[in-house]
């Protein structure tokens, strides 16, 4: 969008492919053919609280990236375009002590921050713990999965097959 403008909602939902249509309305509701899944309004517009029964509930607002922001990472955004991303904030019900990577190692009960604080761009592990061979490689120290190595192309785009979970960590 060229001007941001909050009272326009920019969230586009989708359920297992299909569009959710929620109305602009303050806890409106949608629920899953099983009532095991909610998205919920937590505003007007650009604001829903994602909830799995028993599993987790997430918060999501679609926020405009702003002059410093764009400056701070390079987004080179000009004054007749605008950029926004998801500020995101997540509470887990059932999580497992096993947890790594983003989230898992944010999460798990016994997380100390080892992020460099102070600097613009504070980054949580490094090439010991994350370096891989490819994108869809599980070669490392942190994968939890691993591929049985059958790779499908659809329509140009290559798919595994299957991902067996597991995990290389201590």
């Known amino acids: 969008v060229a001007q941001w403008d909050d009272a326009i909602d920019q969230l586009a939902i989708a359920f297992d492919g299909e569009p959710v249509f929620l109305p602009n309305i303050e806890d409106a509701q949608w629920t899953s053919a099983a009532s095991t899944f909610t998205i919920t309004r937590s505003g007007r517009t650009n604001e829903i609280v994602v909830e799995a029964v ?22 080179g955004i000009t004054d007749d375009d605008c950029f926004a991303h998801l500020d995101l904030s997540f509470r887990f019900y059932s999580l ?43 070669d490392c120290a942190a994968a939890q999965f691993k591929s049985t190595g059958r790779i499908i192309m659809e329509g140009g785009v290559d798919h595994h097959e299957e991902l067996e979970c597991k995990s290389s960590m201590n």
């Open 96 to 138: 497992s002590g096993a947890v790594n990577g983003v989230l898992g190692q944010t999460y798990a009960d016994n997380y100390k921050s080892r992020a460099k604080m102070g600097v613009k761009m504070p980054v949580l592990g490094g090439e010991r713990e994350f370096l891989s061979s490819g994108l869809f490689a599980t």
């Open 54 to 75: 028993n599993k987790f509930k997430i918060t999501a607002k679609v926020v405009p990236i702003g002059k410093e922001e764009s400056k701070i990472h390079n987004y």
